[in-house]
């Protein structure tokens, strides 16, 4: 996934391109780069590293005014992280200057045919293959929109392209397949970006683009048409959040930001959800209440993060709407001949609504006939418009690679979608619906009562900021936070971190625990007393064999604290709903791990926010 943002208006375009790379630097930290269009020539700066990289290079060598430009924050997949394979990618002459998101999958054959006729590459990037493609074109006297729509025509696999054309001083031009692209109206200027917080600060009114989609960015106004140069239908909208909250608020990382936002997001995701009926309403579904009675079969489909809330989905639907559920990584879903039919609803669960991974799986499973309902956190995204139906989350934007506020609102999303299914096959009474959300509704102050007691789980992440290896363990609901944990500690702190179902621990993973070693035990609440005590006997064990554990439970289990060399107390709570509460605390110890190790827990290394190729 990669950063892209086109403008042109008249503000300088400098500061406007680099200002909005700045607010999409989660998206790609690679390297950065910009164009610009200045007297019929063009005028390009890029650097690899971190935007700061850029910005030295603009200070010291300022480039001449321009109101027309693009610039890129990028993700490698084509060529390494460096200075030739940052974009923007130019062609022979100088004249287009192309950047990129996504693959080209059928690159390395353009390449040869180019080659054959005598161009001359600068980099490793599939991209550049579309700035000599292009070259051809305009040199064959198409105007830059019709000659993207020719080259687009001629491209397989997933991208996002935007250009200008230096003897064109007056049309930015982007196309999008399969990958986010996103415009922003203005007054007398207008903007393109991969996510609308890059012109979040100049205009809020956005256009979606939809598939195999041109557009033409003039000062006036902006075109639309399919690659075959018809008129498309688009649709507007307007962003119902501001600047303020893209930006850090006072706190050292997004995440940080992020992590105490949650409360607030969570509730944001429940408002409105109880008609004057009393009854949920879910009114972003698009499924009918009949469609939803003759499914016999749900399958959840996600990737990393999501993955984990569609493990905790499947014990809340199983249990509240009778329904058996599975649940799929997304990027093996489609290679294993799934069965489905009219009857199976699929469930894709996804931060940004653009995950390739997930996407693909989504369409597999709407050519087999399912019925697909999406759980998204961002209006507009490709996912939603694809599916059935929709459930948005309001966790509002969340700008840290690691997920957050968009786990626990994924969480929320969930637990109502299994409600409403329970209400409307009739699996729970309508009261017994009412309560359990009049329930959800409490737990934003539980949430933010946890966030107030993280004062020892910080100084225990610093602690243990020299251990090699960290595992976790879970039964239930808490199996899924454990993986949680598990993964948060390996994208932020790059240490070996595992999470295991408790019940396991006998089964081989036993022979992992040394002298010393960290074991975080997410303990289920004293009502399941079973699961409860099976748990403890397992502390037990691993303390036995010289683990230091680190035992999160309810308020009051004085049971656990024998066996506990730290005790993390949560609020005590139904157990299909203590991941809520239980998930914090990892997220802190994690970020506060990675933060004592000096990592930038905002962009941890080799990762990106959304992957956007399979």
Same mark, same amino acid.
């Given at each position: ?15 406007v ?12 930290? $690679? ?8 007297? =019929? ?29 693009? =610039? ?19 062609d022979?002459? =100088? ?22 006729k &005598? ?7 599939d ?22 729509? !020719? ?9 996002t ?6 003897q ?16 922003g ?5 207008n903007?393109? /970006? ?8 100049h @205009?809020?009114?956005? %256009? ?16 639309? @048409? ?23 608020? &006072?706190? $050292? ?10 409360? !607030?997001?969570?509730?944001?995701t429940?408002?409105?959800r ?12 698009? #499924? ?12 959840? #489909? ?22 058996? *559920? ?11 001949d ?23 799986? %989504?369409?597999?499973?709407r ?6 309902? *999406? ?12 599916? $059935?139906?929709?459930?948005y ?8 690679? +690691? ?10 999303a ?8 329970a209400?409307? !096959? ?8 009412f ?65 295991? /179902? ?16 960290? %074991? ?12 409860? $005590? ?10 036995? !064999? &010289? ?27 139904? @157990? ?5 509460? +239980? ?12 933060? /004592? ?15 956007? %190729?399979?």
């Amino acid at each position: 996934m990669c950063g892209i943002v086109g403008y042109i208006g008249g503000k300088q375009a400098q500061q406007v391109v680099v200002d909005g790379l700045a607010r999409l630097e989660y998206r790609g930290y $690679d390297s950065a780069g910009l164009a610009l269009v200045v007297d =019929g020539k063009l005028a390009t700066a890029k650097k690899a590293g971190k935007l700061v990289n850029l910005r030295k290079v603009l200070e010291e060598e300022p480039p001449p005014a321009s109101t027309i430009g693009l =610039g890129h924050t990028r993700w490698a997949t084509h060529g390494a992280p460096n200075d030739p394979n940052a974009h923007p990618h130019v062609d022979c002459g =100088g004249r287009v200057a192309v950047i990129h998101n996504g693959i080209i999958e059928n690159f390395a054959a353009l390449k040869a045919g180019l080659l054959e006729k &005598g161009h001359v590459f600068g980099s490793e990037t599939d991209t550049e293959v579309v700035a000599h493609l292009l070259e051809e074109e305009v040199g064959a006297g198409h105007e830059l929109p019709e000659a993207m729509r !020719r080259v687009c025509r001629r491209l397989e696999g997933a991208y996002t392209l935007v250009a200008v054309d230096a003897q064109d001083p007056d049309v930015v031009v982007g196309a999008r397949r399969n990958s986010p692209l996103v415009v922003g109206k203005g007054d007398g200027e207008n903007f393109l /970006a991969s996510d609308v917080a890059a012109f979040i600060e100049h @205009t809020r009114d956005a %256009v979606e683009l939809g598939q195999d989609q041109v557009v033409e960015l003039r000062r006036d106004g902006v075109t639309v @048409t399919d690659y075959e140069g018809r008129p498309a239908e688009v649709h507007e909208y307007h962003v119902d959040w501001d600047v303020s909250a893209a930006e850090k608020g &006072g706190y $050292d990382y997004f995440m940080l930001k992020e992590i105490a936002e949650q409360p !607030r997001a969570v509730a944001d995701t429940l408002l409105g959800r109880i008609g004057s009926d009393g009854r949920l309403h879910l009114d972003e579904m698009r #499924i009918t209440d009949q469609q939803l009675r003759e499914i016999d079969k749900i399958i959840i #489909i996600a990737c990393g993060t999501s993955y984990h809330a569609g493990l905790i989905a499947k014990y809340a639907i199983e249990h509240w709407a009778g329904l058996p *559920c599975e649940v799929e990584v997304a990027s093996e879903f489609r290679y294993r001949d799934p069965i489905l039919t009219r009857s199976t609803l699929v469930i894709a669960i996804s931060q940004s609504g653009e995950s390739m991974d997930t996407l693909m799986a %989504v369409r597999h499973a709407r050519e087999q006939k399912a019925r697909v309902l *999406c759980i998204c956190n961002v209006n507009g995204s490709t996912m939603p418009r694809e599916c $059935d139906g929709v459930l948005y989350t309001h966790a509002g934007p969340e700008v840290g690679v +690691a997920a957050t506020k968009t786990f626990l609102t994924q969480l929320v999303a969930v637990y109502l979608i299994a409600l409403y299914i329970a209400q409307v !096959r009739g699996t729970k009474w309508g009261d017994e619906v009412f309560a359990m959300v009049q329930l959800l509704a409490t737990m934003p102050e539980k949430v933010e009562k946890v966030l107030e007691t993280m004062g020892p789980v910080r100084e225990l992440a610093r602690s243990l900021a020299n251990e090699r290896s960290v595992l976790f363990l879970g039964r239930h609901v808490g199996f899924p936070v454990a993986l949680e944990g598990a993964l948060k500690l390996k994208e932020l702190a790059y240490m070996h971190a595992e999470g295991f /179902a408790a019940g396991e621990l006998k089964h081989g993973p036993i022979a992992l625990i040394e002298e010393g070693l960290p %074991v975080i035990v997410v303990v289920p609440p004293r009502a399941r007393e079973v699961l409860h $005590d099976k748990i403890v006997s397992n502390i037990q064990e691993i303390r036995a !064999r &010289g683990a230091r554990t680190i035992v999160i439970a309810e308020e009051g289990d004085d049971t656990v604290v024998p066996y506990s060399d730290t005790l993390i107390e949560v609020p005590a709570v139904p @157990t299909l709903l203590q991941p809520l509460v +239980a998930t914090v605390p990892l997220q802190v110890f994690s970020c506060e791990l990675a933060t /004592a190790k000096g990592h930038d827990v905002d962009q941890p290394r080799n990762l990106a926010k959304s992957v956007t %190729v399979e």
